[in-house]
């Protein structure tokens, strides 16, 4: 069976980002450069570089494989120039396997691992406007997607399981590896619990990761795409940030901004030529210009948070302004139109990127970078509640009914055409309950 085919049957969907169909972004014929972003986006994560250390052979050897599949002219694992023990494994494995895939070292600056910006490094050149890496020759995959690849290639093993890393407040810091649909509490417990009685959760990196209340944990649940769970005070900093509303924002930036433009001089997206300027973009929404063209420019923003919480010395917040104009274009179906122009990165990019530590410490989160653990911890449950949707695009169709039994990877859910991906069982047992989710007990 091909290789796009046994990708698509195992429900592959990038696990790196919001969940994209891995056989259609694999469904071409022919590419430039094969990309993997080894390069952890957000600070404080783990479970790439726990994948690169533990599965060097695997990721290279699938690396091959699909990169003969779709032509690629040359494949490069990018990867921050710190991570010195993955990059002796993968430079092993390589060796070993007499492979053409070479590293690429990059910087400890934020975001490296924003595929955009690992294009422009590897390559030297810039995803137009609203485009994708594609449309400069090039597919960027991320390493737990390429994991399960490899296990859907060799076992025809499909997605069942995550690894996440758990940070922060907690007794144990440590990597699991999870049953997809376990829920959150189950994955805080095992790491000991928390050490404080008030607290939040993000869910995902500190910089773009959701902020839910301790309640919300055992609603919801371990996806395709979670990384990471960081228990913070309730009062922290970035629980503060986050809470503000578009219209408080606003009035924010009414009466302080100062229009020094750093929030466009530190954007990435600015910095590699596109056209996204959050300064004007504030000066539209303040001034009540309703400047469409400007306030479009919003649909280009990555979400990365660097200007509202490295860039503004005024603390205002753009990328919750761009959130929330996204929203409204979306609605309205106002789309981007895909620039044809030819994009230069400006001059002063290499001087302008946002360095790690600095971040970390002006968000708060210093006091949980300290990370011993380097084995997962496998978990397991005798219940499950898989969500039909852990992706973009239509929620998977159920296949299954309340009273059946089901077996472990039996598949459960699927999409027949379009946008989507299929859901396995991730734990053998009786289907309790179908609807949004599927829950499974043993
Ligand atoms: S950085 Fe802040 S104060 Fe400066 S232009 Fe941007 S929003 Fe305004
Ligand atoms: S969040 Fe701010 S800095 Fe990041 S891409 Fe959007 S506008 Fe640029």
Do not use: W
Request: proline content about 4%; glycine content about 8%.
């Amino acid at each position: 069976m091909d290789i796009v085919q046994k990708i698509r049957e195992a429900g592959i969907v990038g696990a790196g980002g919001a969940g994209f169909p891995t056989h259609i972004k694999f469904s071409v014929d022919k590419v430039d450069y094969l990309l993997v972003n080894g390069a952890e986006c957000e600070p404080l994560l783990q479970i790439d570089k726990y994948l690169m250390r533990e599965k060097s052979s695997e990721i290279i050897k699938v690396l091959e494989q699909l990169g003969d599949r779709i032509q690629a002219k040359e494949i490069h694992i990018a990867l921050k120039g710190k991570y010195k023990s993955e990059i002796i494994e993968l430079e092993k494995a390589i060796k070993d396997l007499n492979s053409r895939v070479k590293i690429f070292k990059m910087g400890t600056y934020y975001p490296a691992g924003d595929e955009q910006q690992i294009v422009f490094e590897v390559t030297g050149r810039t995803v137009p406007e609203a485009g994708i890496p594609l449309d400069v020759g090039v597919i960027v995959t991320n390493v737990g997607t390429l994991v399960n690849i490899y296990e859907a290639v060799t076992d025809s093993k499909p997605v069942v399981d995550k690894c996440l890393s758990i940070h922060g407040e907690v007794k144990n810091p440590l990597i699991l590896k999870s049953p997809i649909g376990m829920t959150l509490a189950k994955c805080i417990e095992a790491a000991g619990g928390t050490t404080i009685d008030k607290y939040k959760i993000i869910v995902g990196g500190p910089m773009m990761g959701r902020i839910i209340d301790k309640e919300s944990l055992e609603k919801e649940v371990v996806t395709k795409t979670t990384g990471a769970l960081i228990v913070v005070p309730e009062d922290h900093y970035m629980v503060h940030r986050n809470g503000k509303s578009v219209k408080h924002i606003i009035n924010e930036a009414k009466s302080s901004c100062i229009q020094c433009r750093m929030c466009t001089d530190l954007c990435p997206r600015y910095l590699i030529g596109q056209k996204l300027r959050p300064h004007r973009i504030m000066r539209s929404v303040s001034m009540l210009e309703n400047n469409s063209e400007i306030l479009k420019e919003a649909l280009l923003c990555c979400e990365c948070g660097i200007c509202e919480l490295f860039a503004c010395p005024m603390q205002i917040s753009p990328r919750m302004v761009n959130v929330y104009l996204k929203g409204v274009f979306r609605e309205n179906g106002v789309r981007f139109e895909k620039s044809t122009r030819k994009l230069t990165a400006e001059s002063m990019r290499e001087y302008r990127k946002v360095p790690t530590n600095r971040l970390i410490s002006r968000i708060g989160m210093s006091k949980y970078t300290d990370f011993s653990e380097t084995k997962a911890v496998i978990l397991e449950s005798n219940e499950v509640s898989i969500p039909l949707k852990q992706h973009i695009g239509a929620p998977a169709k159920p296949l299954v009914g309340v009273g059946d039994h089901v077996e472990y990877g039996q598949l459960i859910g699927e999409v027949k055409e379009g946008l989507g991906a299929s859901v396995h069982a991730s734990i053998a047992g009786v289907v309790v309950e179908v609807g949004n989710s599927v829950v499974i007990k043993k």
